[in-house]
């Protein structure tokens, strides 16, 4: 998929008479009269809900919907769930284009103070305008909402489990209801396309019902093609007919032969190594490592009804790579739109909200680095929204840090900040499903039921469960199964520095080549050093100096701002973090090494080699590692897509960055370069 521009283009508003009207396709969002009465009788009562949710209570029950605008369908879906909430999870699944300011959202919303409570809490966490997947908690957590910011079809199809086009029914989630809005096929024909119509036939099974304001023919016959049986319903209020139906026949879920190329080396389509079956939901899982990877997934999973044993071999959580006072929500932004660059853009963005409660959101400078470019910072703002980064100079700056600075403009982050990892694992595990069990875990094996044990050293079992996920950095090398993966340890040590009159000032964190953050109690962090395949923890007393000159280098008044301090009074902590040949983490299934050299073997010789099998992983075994100085950011994000991917729901980024991060992709690139 192409994002051409992280940014995204915010819906083109114009208020009439008090309601929201589109400029792009000159029509309201709703009718003043009867907004919500519409949304019950459309999509509400059409689909059967709630009779549907108190008929057959199922733990997660997906709604999929075709333009969000200002959320009037989600919040009375939502509300009305949570007054009849028979399973666990609702979870709203939309797709938008142009998406509305917060500011019209805000306005919008003013119209239903009967849904205001839901509102507002959508409104706290309403994402920035950035294309890709964004995943909102709500009610406690149980009511999930996942905004698609971008083209309804391409979106909907990104969530697909492959775009191998013979596995296009395979490994797929599954939608419950869609409501099909977004603008009449008359006004916006560009939605109701082929594409659109094929996304919601690979994301439905049997029972998967639909309803629409429009009885247009391009929504009958593209439904119908899609495999659902059609009626024709009185409209709403002066509408004469609207359509609605259901998918009675359950899809063919099996490879589609016929669209067995014989053996070529020109294939369209690379073979689906990141496809994964995941059998049912499981009861319980081990999750191995109490840092951030391992608590956050411990915490997805829990929140998904699953007992979870999370192991960890020191006293507290947090004593490794998560160990630092002050973590800090580092942004590392381009204004190219590279696989590596969406992934930490969807990291950041799912972090902000992911860490609402204990991030210290005082603000976040990134000066410019030595030698680059000068254009960077401009062509960075020009591709964010602004409300996330804009670039800062002169008094302003100098204003925001609290001291002066030597550099002339710097990039602003006003949300960004530092957390207290510890803090943020400590309450990720207190949660009733989650028991912690202190061991260090020497090897793993998969019994005869393909249940997984952890065994220690002696090889005494310390815990079985029929899932289990590796969240223990480089120390997932020690175990055969995942042996193969090419993580790389990096020593890395910061200096706690007593804070002096000058640094007292400084109001925010400061990034460059490395960073300082706000004192607290008396002390800031500075770091930090980066020691490729060192793996010694003790403290230096020439690193403290190096971070010294790291912040010199990053500007030279804050160089001055410890000068002349007593290294001696200088504390610090050394610790490895974890990271890969390509710098993005590793999260999802575990291949099995040798199945993916016996049946991607092909690739040796042509990397474009016509393969149909999907991966081979071993059952129920999950990582989430590999994370580097970015664990803040990137574990959570990763422990989402672990859980949704272990209960087969609705990932929570799409197909292309999937794969980025699939454990399986350096046999696969290793491969295609011959190298293994
Ligand atoms: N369901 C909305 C609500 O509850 O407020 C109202 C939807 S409004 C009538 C139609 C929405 O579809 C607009 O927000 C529009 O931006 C969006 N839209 C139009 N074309 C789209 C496309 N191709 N993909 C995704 N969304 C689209």
Not at 29 to 49: H, K, M
Not at 369 to 384: A, L, V
Request: glycine share 8%; proline share 6%; charged share 20%.
């Amino acid at each position: 998929m192409k994002h051409p521009d992280n940014k995204f283009p915010e819906a083109n508003i114009h208020w009439r008479e008090g309601l929201p009207v589109s400029r792009e396709f000159d029509d309201v969002y709703f009718s003043r009269a009867s907004g919500i009465a519409e949304t019950r009788y459309v999509f509400l009562q059409q689909n059967r809900l709630p009779e549907r949710w108190l008929e057959n209570s199922r733990e997660t029950f997906t709604i999929g919907e075709t333009g969000f605008g200002t959320g009037l369908n989600f919040l009375t879906a939502a509300s009305l769930w949570l007054q009849h909430r028979s399973g666990n999870t609702l979870h709203f699944v939309s797709a938008e284009k142009f998406p509305l300011s917060k500011a019209d959202l805000e306005q919008s919303l003013q119209l239903w103070p009967e849904l205001a409570e839901l509102g507002d809490e959508l409104l706290d966490q309403y994402p920035h305008a950035i294309a890709g997947v964004h995943r909102l908690k709500l009610a406690g957590g149980s009511v999930l909402l996942t905004l698609l910011y971008g083209d309804a079809a391409e979106m909907f199809s990104s969530l697909k489990g492959s775009d191998h086009p013979m596995f296009s029914r395979i490994g797929n989630p599954v939608i419950d209801a869609w409501f099909l809005d977004g603008f009449a096929p008359a006004k916006n024909p560009q939605m109701w396309t082929g594409e659109l119509f094929q996304a919601i036939a690979d994301l439905s099974d049997s029972g998967t019902t639909f309803s629409t304001f429009t009885a247009a023919g391009v929504v009958r016959r593209g439904m119908l093609a899609a495999g659902f049986a059609t009626r024709k319903v009185e409209g709403f209020g002066d509408k004469r007919e609207m359509l609605c139906g259901e998918m009675t026949e359950a899809p063919q879920k099996v490879v589609d032969q016929s669209q067995l190329q014989p053996a070529t080396f020109n294939a369209s389509h690379q073979p689906p190594w990141y496809l994964l079956c995941q059998p049912a939901k499981p009861d319980a899982a081990i999750v191995i490592g109490g840092g951030i990877a391992g608590c956050a997934t411990a915490r997805a999973l829990a929140e998904r009804g699953i007992r979870v044993t999370l192991i960890e071999r020191h006293k507290d959580l947090a004593q490794e790579g998560s160990g630092n006072p002050q973590g800090i929500l580092y942004p590392k932004l381009s204004h190219k739109s590279s696989p590596l660059a969406r992934f930490g853009l969807a990291a950041l963005s799912n972090a902000i909200r992911f860490h609402r409660q204990h991030l210290n959101a005082c603000g976040l400078l990134v000066l410019a680095e030595p030698g680059s470019n000068p254009d960077k910072f401009s062509k960075i703002t020009q591709s964010h929204p602004e409300s996330l980064v804009k670039l800062i100079g002169g008094e302003t700056l100098q204003v925001i840090a609290g001291l002066e600075l030597a550099c002339e403009e710097a990039l602003y982050f006003p949300e960004l900040g530092w957390i207290n990892p510890a803090d943020v694992c400590e309450s990720l595990v207190s949660h009733p499903a989650i028991s912690l069990l202190r061991a260090e875990v020497a090897s793993i094996r998969q019994n005869r039921l393909r249940h997984w044990h952890a065994l220690d050293a002696m090889e005494s079992v310390i815990a079985s469960a029929e899932v289990m996920v590796i969240a223990c950095a480089t120390n997932t090398a020690r175990f055969s199964q995942t042996a193969h993966l090419p993580l790389k340890a990096i020593r890395g040590q910061i200096s706690t520095v007593p804070e002096t009159t000058a640094s007292s000032r400084l109001k925010t964190v400061i990034c460059g080549e490395g960073y300082l953050a706000p004192a607290v109690n008396g002390h800031h962090t500075l770091g930090a050093t980066y020691d490729l395949n060192n793996t010694d923890t003790g403290l230096r007393e020439e690193d403290h100096h190096s971070n010294l000159r790291q912040l010199a280098a990053t500007d030279p008044e804050l160089g001055e701002i410890f000068s002349g301090i007593d290294t001696g009074r200088i504390s610090g902590r050394a610790a490895v973090r974890c990271t890969t040949p390509d710098y993005l983490p590793i999260a999802g299934p575990a291949p099995v090494l040798e199945s993916y050299l016996e049946d991607y073997a092909l690739l040796k010789k042509n990397a474009r080699s016509h393969i149909p099998l999907l991966g081979r992983h071993w059952q129920g075994l999950y990582l989430n590692c590999g994370h580097g100085s970015r664990g803040m950011s990137y574990a959570p994000l990763c422990a989402e897509l672990v859980a949704s991917q272990i209960c087969a729901e609705v990932p929570p980024m799409e197909l292309d960055l999937r794969k980025v991060i699939h454990p399986g992709r350096f046999i696969i690139r290793d491969l295609k370069r011959n190298k293994i």
